[in-house]
């Protein structure tokens, strides 16, 4: 699955789980000043592609997830940000699949394991074990 996919899939799951989250767009900073355009590097490189607050056993708690297709792997700025997160007391999760999400919601206690099974117009596609 391509990341793009994914991270469809990914935000259609937590919205429908009405899980909170929030995406980061990271692309380059442009500002506006006196008619000219200034680009900038976004100073937030590697930040996660998907960032939440826990509302289970969690409340409260910050949680980032860092989606990738099957064969991605995280770069050394992601990797950053991955440990600083760990060492603020947030969870980070690297994330390949729909099934890879659910665990982990499972595991923060976010979901209670109880997924609907079958078709729903509102979920992504499931793959078959």
């Known amino acids: 699955m391509k990341e793009s996919q994914l991270?469809?899939?990914?935000?259609?799951w937590l919205t429908y789980h009405r899980?909170?989250?929030?995406?980061?767009?990271l692309g380059a900073i442009i500002h506006s000043v006196g008619g000219k355009q200034i680009f900038r590097k976004n100073p937030l490189k590697?930040?996660?592609?998907?960032?939440?607050?826990?509302?289970g056993k969690e409340r409260g708690r910050f949680f980032s997830l860092e989606?990738?297709?099957?064969?991605?792997r995280m770069t050394?700025?992601?990797?950053h940000w991955q440990n600083e997160i760990i060492?603020?007391?947030g969870f980070h999760a690297v994330i390949k699949s729909i099934d890879d999400l659910e665990s982990v919601?499972?595991?923060?206690?976010?979901?209670?394991?109880?997924?609907?099974?079958?078709k729903n117009k509102h979920l992504p596609?499931?793959?078959?074990?």
């Open 87 to 89: 060492s603020a007391g």
């Open 19 to 25: 899980i909170v989250w929030w995406r980061m767009p």
């Open 105 to 118: 919601m499972v595991e923060w206690g976010e979901h209670s394991g109880k997924f609907l099974v079958g």
């Open 46 to 55: 590697g930040f996660p592609d998907i960032a939440g607050i826990c509302q």
């Open 76 to 79: 050394l700025e992601q990797k």
């Open 7 to 12: 991270q469809l899939a990914v935000t259609k």
């Open 125 to 129: 596609e499931r793959k078959n074990k």
């Open 67 to 72: 989606l990738k297709s099957d064969s991605g």
